[in-house]
């Protein structure tokens, strides 16, 4: 029988493949599974955050009836006598049975991004509550220590590491899990791949029930978790500067309103104004949003019942309730007036109107935005659980405890193949996968390098844990060479 060399051996690279892929599955969830399970469990309570908070302030988010008998100008002025010594920054007039959010800026706060709320009843004229709001998605206190732990761990800036990381890595573990699943199945025949992507294989005990399950859920929950991981990393602290570079470099960023006074022409009517082309990062912009402007305003620039004609120039130029109101940025500024983020519809409109004449100075319906802007505002919505409301939550919710289940049910599989004389300890797959595909197919194994040499610039922290990775497989390999010699 002839002997097989290495230059007669196939040239096929599935066994490397999977190799590879076994091996970054197998580090990946063996080092990154924690900051995995913190971020799915604390993602689980943020998803359903903003219908808690309807619940537990009810008190204050909730008019006694839907009447509107008191005119927005009193309400702000009932407003203002709770913080006279703090300026107005927006105002939320009440609609279907809400109150009026009057809000103020407050140096004191730990940012600008966070506002004292003082709630009004637009059907009485009482105040509901006084708290403090925070970022574009009107948090209240309960969802903002939430988003704060499941962004942060509510350790500043260091603490963003630990989601940046976690959604880094989320998307190409999940895509690995799924390629070694699919290489196990397809060989199975079809019906019995339709059988293992609708449950778990019937018939199996011990580990390889175990890995059926942590598959089959890993598959249902797949599109989801590539959701997250990169509607996540667009507000993280690297891949998100490097997402918003990319943007501004292409001119994809969302327009704003200008907070500039009106241009009058001959005919004495204002002029439309086009947008200044950058995100708004104000005073009344959130962490998980964009604001309308950059307009900072006094009370002495605006009188109350300014906010009366701008709420009804912004109703005839076609915009819908709830709106944010922003008080002139200065003397002769216009109103900017925006639609605050809902579900079920495609997104903000936003307009300046003249406080003298309640005409519209500007518009920036939301179908002009760049797609990319289209698409970060709808990925905003959907992350935070505002695209599709209850049902958004809900599923929200559903991939968190997914994720949890599948790293969970991973780290028992990785118990089970522990070799017993290492407690504690995991046995990885075979090494060489990576020369072996060099040898058989270099010039894609090149382009493959340079690909992933990419990805980690565009993602740094997974190019940074990723380098680590393989310093670490280096040093265990040397290691287990000694051992051996």
Do not use: C
């Amino acid at each position: 029988m002839p002997t097989t060399t290495a230059q007669s051996r196939p040239s096929d690279i599935g066994g490397p493949v999977r190799q590879l892929m076994l091996r970054l599955h197998f580090y990946v969830g063996l080092l990154i599974g924690p900051f995995l399970l913190i971020a799915a469990v604390s993602g689980f309570f943020y998803a359903l955050a903003p219908t808690i908070e309807k619940v537990v302030y009810n008190d204050q988010l909730a008019a006694a009836s839907t009447a509107q008998n008191v005119p927005l100008s009193r309400q702000i002025t009932t407003a203002r006598t709770v913080h006279p010594d703090l300026p107005v920054s927006r105002i939320v007039p009440g609609s279907d049975g809400s109150t009026t959010r009057v809000l103020f800026t407050d140096g004191a706060l730990p940012s600008e991004s966070h506002s004292r709320v003082v709630f009004v009843d637009p059907s009485d004229g009482a105040i509901r509550g006084d708290t403090v709001q925070y970022g574009s998605g009107q948090a209240l206190p309960l969802r903002t220590w939430l988003s704060g732990v499941h962004r942060s761990l509510h350790l500043g800036d260091a603490g963003r590491l630990y989601s940046e990381l976690a959604a880094s890595w989320l998307a190409p573990l999940a895509l690995a899990g799924v390629y070694l699943w699919w290489g196990r199945t397809r060989r199975a025949g079809t019906s019995a791949l339709r059988s293992t992507v609708v449950r778990s294989t019937t018939g199996l005990t011990g580990r390889a029930r175990r890995r059926s399950r942590h598959d089959v859920l890993g598959t249902w929950a797949l599109l989801g978790m590539l959701v997250l991981s990169a509607t996540g990393l667009t507000w993280s602290a690297h891949a998100g500067q490097r997402v918003s570079d990319l943007r501004a470099a292409l001119g994809w960023t969302t327009p704003s309103l200008s907070a500039q006074p009106p241009v009058t022409s001959r005919t004495g009517s204002p002029s439309d104004q086009a947008a200044d082309g950058h995100e708004g990062h104000g005073s009344h912009t959130g962490a998980h949003g964009t604001g309308t402007g950059t307009s900072t305003s006094t009370d002495t620039d605006w009188t109350p019942d300014g906010a009366r004609v701008a709420l009804a120039g912004a109703h005839a130029t076609g915009l819908t309730e709830p709106v944010e109101l922003t008080p002139p940025a200065g003397d002769g500024g216009p109103w900017l007036v925006q639609e605050v983020r809902r579900s079920w519809t495609p997104g903000p409109d936003a307009v300046s109107i003249d406080a003298a004449t309640g005409t519209a100075v500007q518009s920036i319906p939301f179908s002009s935005y760049p797609a990319a802007a289209r698409l970060a505002d709808w990925g905003i919505r959907l992350h935070m659980g505002f695209l599709f409301g209850l049902a958004n939550q809900l599923l929200l919710a559903a991939v968190a405890a997914a994720i949890v289940v599948v790293t969970i049910r991973g780290y028992a599989l990785w118990w089970t193949r522990r070799p017993t004389r290492y407690r504690g300890l995991a046995r990885p797959p075979v090494r060489g996968a990576a020369r072996e595909l060099l040898r058989r197919r270099p010039l894609a194994t090149l382009i493959g390098a340079i690909a992933v040499v990419t990805l980690g610039w565009a993602v740094p922290l997974l190019g940074i844990s990723l380098a680590a990775f393989l310093v670490l497989d280096a040093l265990l390999g040397l290691a287990a060479r000694r051992a051996r010699g």
